[in-house]
């Protein structure tokens, strides 16, 4: 079935550092893939997304290419800020969107 | 436009006991999900409801139950509250199936004692 494994957290970080993510994914067909953001206390948001191969997704800094060679979104951001810290799940949705599968979540501390 | 809602946000039940949780979608919203997410599993999707109607199942034991309402508005039930069912519940609502977004409400956190 299908299915999204990414890196193990928790992951610091000082202020200004260059952030990755990694995500790969298991999938029959043509998934939709996300990366959704978890502040504490809080719900999940969506943060971007990729609906086909070798599109880029981007907000707020945050960046994730579809890779459909090496099955991988990873997600990165050049210089992450102490408002950045949250937890970070990858997902996708299959090809008909009809369910969601989620990763295990990262953990992000920024340190200033 | 208001956020997907969820009621109670905090709830503590007692082993054997019974619950009931809501969710009212984004105003115009169809299809509303519902995840179990607990620091062991991570998130696992309990069902799926579009116009009243269960389009998709996780993989549950028959205690956890759902139902739409004509409004949209959904609730999930458990039933004889295991320990194990201590976990945080997240309803996401999307305009409709295929819609490959969700919007997640803030949670309603079940403690089973």
């Known amino acids: 079935g299908d299915s999204v494994t990414q890196m193990e957290g928790p992951v610091t970080l000082s202020e200004e550092a260059f952030l990755t993510i990694n995500c790969t994914y298991t999938?029959?067909?043509?998934?939709?893939l996300f990366w959704y953001v978890q502040y504490p206390g809080e719900g999940l948001q969506l943060l971007l997304k990729?609906?086909?191969?070798?599109d880029k997704g981007s907000n707020k800094g945050f960046e994730a290419t579809y890779r459909k060679e090496t099955t991988s979104f990873h997600l990165e951001k050049g210089s992450v800020q102490v408002s950045d810290s949250a937890v970070y799940f990858c997902a996708l949705s299959d090809s008909g969107g009809n369910q969601f599968y989620f990763g295990t979540g990262t953990s992000l501390t920024v340190i200033p | 436009k208001a956020g997907v809602t969820q009621t109670p946000r905090y709830l503590i039940k007692t082993r054997g006991q019974q619950v009931t949780l809501s969710c009212s979608p984004i105003s115009g919203h169809r299809s509303v999900s519902w995840y179990q997410q607990t620091p062991g599993q991570g998130l696992q999707f309990l069902f799926e409801?579009?116009?009243?109607?269960?389009?998709n199942k996780g993989n549950f034991p028959g205690r956890f139950s759902g139902r739409q309402f004509s409004n949209s508005r959904s609730e999930m039930n458990v039933s004889t509250l295991e320990l194990g069912d201590s976990a945080l519940y997240l309803c996401?609502?999307?305009?409709?199936?295929?819609?490959?977004?969700?919007?997640f409400g803030p949670g309603t956190r079940l403690t089973v004692t």
């Open positions: 999938a029959t067909g043509y998934p939709s």
């Open positions: 409801y579009f116009s009243e109607t269960q389009r």
């Open positions: 990729a609906t086909k191969a070798d």
């Open positions: 996401a609502s999307s305009s409709g199936p295929s819609s490959y977004e969700q919007y």
